[in-house]
């Protein structure tokens, strides 16, 4: 009787156990963020990118039609996905307003006397601010260089002053260049920009740089002086920008300079000129002016979020630029590659990350995913949420994942299986870590670091929306294939897309953004490599 009870008792317990449902046991930490990266297909990417970049949406211009329908496509597509909407009046959009110039008038006037803009002088429509300034001296700095081999700007308090320093740098009896010690020019004079990147940095509120080839320069920048289809943030134009002070610059020529520094100006560029760095402060009546007839627009960045469990506070950011170049002459340029091809992998990580969550499998820390506006017109879109109106505290910020262009193979390789890698070690030295390892254990593609080297002639580094992140000391990478022949023009369209390789480089993107979410620790801001 005994046994027959105990033989009952395990036929009930059997049946009892077949009768529940079978409970999984939990996948390996690899295996579910693999489940995720799946979603990410060649045909869900085919079929955003022939939409967005499409003829319906006219290559998505700033300021045109194509762009708005473009925001709706993308915002619709977060809304079915569930992302939240973190932009203005809880939508998706975050409005960026933008001022394109219609009319620049400068002026100048040394000592009573007017000068011709374009023949005297010129300056950037970009590079100053509407102002007018009535002016009883300025400060006579060199070539205006920072750097350790020569430094004019030692020991000088230049916050607030205007400035005038000669174009170029110094240069050794036998012609060679000091900083550089060879026959080759260095950044200072290869890169326009340099100069007034450390001015602005240092504070100086105008320059103006002795530039003795007046006539060819005007003849080659004419239409970035004139500003024909520039576009600025509004708050760059009228100079209320908290952190993005603009130094007026001002290119003249030698004569100007003469009757600024008077009977100065043989002996302080002589003596410069011979690498010996002098300042002196020039008694002058100088008059400066800028006015500028702007027309408004507006533009938007769209924000999704995901929020994350235990580690909600801190946050991934997912950058793309969804504008291009728009309809112009005539003819659409698509920009298939430039910068559909990013856009569209956020769109399948948006989708990924979101089942994710919906699945209990969400992100420890919160994803925004954000493709973002005017970049084609000098990063603006990604330099108003950073520097104007941060939806999320920077300081939150983990890093940011930049994608432009992913979809094409360029001359310098035979197949998709590659992906350039820019800026991963520039401020985390565990970011490149993690993004190997990714890479070791989905993608095994191969990573080109050759357009991160700091003097690579291409400045790629400075020239997409991670780099605002980057300058705030966020960690960032840049993920890129190149350019090809097609860049910027009307040919950059969807046929000559390689879904295959942007679906493996959109996976590499997504597997590093997931390590990065749920990891345990922060990464940290820890490198400072220049």
Known sequence: MKHLILALLLLSSLNYTHAQPQRKAPLPKDEIAMQYAETITTDDLSQHLNQLAGKEFMGRGNGQDGLTKAAQYIAKYFEQFGLTPMGDEKSYFQNVPLLTTEKMDAQIAINNTNYEFLKDYYCFNRSTTNMTEQLTEVLFLGYGIDDPTYNDYKNIDVKGKTIIVLQGEPMMPDSSYILTKSKTASVWTTDWRKKTEVAKSKGVKNMLVITPDIAAKVTQYKSYILGEGMMQLAADVNNTNPTEKITNTFYINPTMAKQLLGKNYKKLTASVQKGKPKSKIIPTNLRLQVKKATKEL???????????????????????????????????????????????????????????????????????????????????????????????????????????????????????????????????????????????????????????????????????????????????????????????????????????????RTRLIFHTAWELANRPDRIPVDSHKK
């Open 298 to 504: 507006n533009v938007a960045n769209i924000l999704g979020y995901i929020e994350g469990t235990d580690l909600k506070d801190e946050l991934i950011i997912l950058t793309a630029h969804y504008d291009h170049l728009g309809f112009d002459h005539g003819e659409v340029y698509y920009g298939a590659d430039d910068d559909g091809s990013g856009t569209v992998a956020l769109l399948e990580m948006a989708q990924a990350f979101a089942q994710a969550k919906a699945e209990g499998n969400g992100p420890r820390r919160s994803i925004l995913i954000m493709p973002v506006a005017g970049e084609e017109k000098g990063l603006l879109g990604s330099r108003y949420y950073t520097d104007i109106a941060p939806v999320f505290p920077l300081k939150n910020t983990v890093a940011d994942l930049n994608t432009d262009m992913i979809g094409r193979i360029d001359d310098q390789h035979k197949n998709g299986d590659y992906i350039y890698i820019i800026g991963d070690d520039k401020l985390s030295s565990e970011l490149r870590r993690i993004n190997e390892a990714m890479n070791l254990r989905y993608s095994q593609i191969d990573l080109d670091y050759r357009y991160n080297d700091e003097n690579d002639p291409n400045r790629f580094y400075y020239r997409s929306d991670h780099y605002n992140f980057a300058k705030n000391n966020i960690p960032v990478i840049f993920y890129f294939n190149g350019t090809h022949p097609d860049y910027h023009k009307p040919t950059d369209t969807v046929d000559k897309i390689d879904f295959g390789a942007m679906e493996k």
